[in-house]
Nanobody, 127 residues
Framework: QVQLVESGGGSVQTGGSLRLSCVAS????????MGWFRQVPGKEREGVAL????????YYVDSVKGRFTISLDNAKLSVSLQMNDLKPEDTAMYYC????????????????????WGQGTQVTVSS
């Protein structure tokens, strides 16, 4: 069973930046979709950004386009999320996710498609 280990997160003021990182405990040779979801209490888990190990296309939720950048390292099966110009509405628990197969934009709204999750890291943005 692959495990995901996350790092990064923390507290910043509006307009600040943070970087999240996630690495898998072992690399697989299969095609994978890897990325980040976030969740606030009482709300559904929301896809933030996804990257495909076999395709350069990246997928972002509209609310973070132009501010967040996802990067994937195939050799390490790791993914990072650079978050710039953070806003209070970005405050959430962020989870790294991994699934075998190709990414698709629809996957951003389908967290149940992902079979491997990290423990979560908190991001808090104050105004």
């Amino acid at each position: 069973q692959v495990q995901l280990v996350e790092s990064g997160g923390g507290s910043v003021q509006t307009g600040g930046s943070l970087r999240l990182s996630c690495v898998a405990s072992r690399r697989t040779d299969s095609r994978n979709c890897m990325g980040w979801f976030r969740q606030v209490p009482g709300k559904e888990r929301e896809g933030v950004a996804l990257a495909d190990t076999n395709d350069p296309t990246k997928y972002y939720v509209d609310s973070v386009k132009g501010r967040f950048t996802i990067s994937l390292d195939n050799a390490k099966l790791s993914v990072s999320l650079q978050m710039n110009d953070l806003k209070p509405e970005d405050t959430a628990m962020y989870y790294c996710a991994l699934d075998s197969g190709a990414c698709a934009s629809l996957a951003l709204s389908r967290p149940h498609w992902f079979n491997t999750w990290g423990q979560g890291t908190q991001v808090t943005v104050s105004s």
